[in-house]
């Protein structure tokens, strides 16, 4: 039987930061129709993350979310979570496998990081404790006046990265979601990570074209995912411009938005 992938970035996409009691409505409302379509039309929901899966667990109960996607990908989609049958997720052992293809160390990053600030008389600034294992790293670079010059600097620390066969993901942070102003998120996976990585993997798992998936994002980090699938939208609440010029917009904003761009989804594959 044929799949249907709809895909979401998580906070400030699928996740409101700001969720109020007078929001649950539309959330509810959302959820059931996920509910519906995985249930009716073989539909395979997936959040692509760039938050720790802990993170994530907390923030849904926040929000008392009740559906919980098929599939989870943390930590910038390095790490991936399957929902069994009981309504617990595992971690998917065959993407970890994909994923630690290449070597990945703290001491690696730090090294990059350190020749970066020495370069540049810049600091990268942590966002969070690291655990003993990592498969992300973040950081907070803040703005040095001059936009292009910040992305002629960060594109410089992925080409150093790059060398070694570690990633770099960078975009304007969102205060929206807790990040500070006027600064970008820096993130370091094994180069066997990131959101595109994990659509490709999806997609070969359920053999699904990319012109068939339907996706939602906010951010900068959402951008090479959306322009490699067939029915991209960014969020009206998106508070980055750029992204918005380059993508369709979702009618309206968080969980009514979303609702209502899968249910014109639903019916359209139903006609087909």
């Given at each position: ?15 409101k930061?700001a969720?109020t009691?007078e929001?649950?409505?539309?959330l509810?409302?959302?959820e ?7 249930k009716n ?18 923030k849904m109960?926040?929000?008392e ?8 990908f943390s930590d910038?989609?390095?790490?991936m979570y399957?929902?069994?049958?009981s ?7 065959d ?11 703290k ?21 969070r404790e ?9 950081f ?6 001059s936009q ?11 080409k150093?990265a ?60 959402d951008?090479?995912y ?5 029915h ?5 609440n998106s ?10 917009n979702?009618k309206?904003?968080?969980y ?12 359209k594959?139903?006609?087909?």
């Amino acid at each position: 039987m044929k799949h249907h992938l709809i895909l979401f970035d998580f906070d400030e996409t699928y996740y409101k930061h700001a969720t109020t009691k007078e929001d649950i409505p539309d959330l509810r409302k959302l959820e059931e129709t996920l509910e519906q379509a995985v249930k009716n039309d073989n539909v395979i929901t997936a959040f692509l993350s760039g938050s720790i899966f802990p993170n994530i667990m907390k923030k849904m109960e926040k929000a008392e979310m009740k559906f919980k996607p098929q599939y989870i990908f943390s930590d910038l989609c390095s790490q991936m979570y399957q929902l069994d049958d009981s309504g617990e997720y595992h971690e998917y052992k065959d993407y970890e496998e994909a994923v630690s293809e290449t070597p990945f160390t703290k001491e690696k990053v730090d090294e990059i990081i350190h020749n970066f600030e020495k370069k540049y008389d810049v600091t990268l600034y942590p966002q969070r404790e690291y655990r003993e294992k990592e498969t992300l790293y973040e950081f907070y670079f803040y703005s040095q006046g001059s936009q292009n010059e910040d992305i002629k600097m960060l594109e410089d620390l992925q080409k150093e990265a790059a060398s070694f066969d570690y990633a770099v993901h960078f975009n304007k942070t969102n205060p929206l979601a807790g990040d500070p102003e006027n600064a970008y998120d820096v993130n370091f996976t094994p180069k066997n990570a990131g959101k595109l990585f994990a659509v490709k993997y999806l997609l070969d798992l359920f053999d699904v074209p990319a012109t068939e998936v339907l996706g939602f994002g906010d951010s900068g980090n959402d951008e090479t995912y959306l322009s490699y699938i067939g029915h991209p939208f960014v969020m009206s609440n998106s508070t980055d411009d750029e992204m918005k010029e380059q993508f369709p917009n979702t009618k309206y904003d968080y969980y009514k938005g979303l609702d209502d761009e899968v249910k014109k989804y639903l019916k359209k594959i139903k006609n087909d």
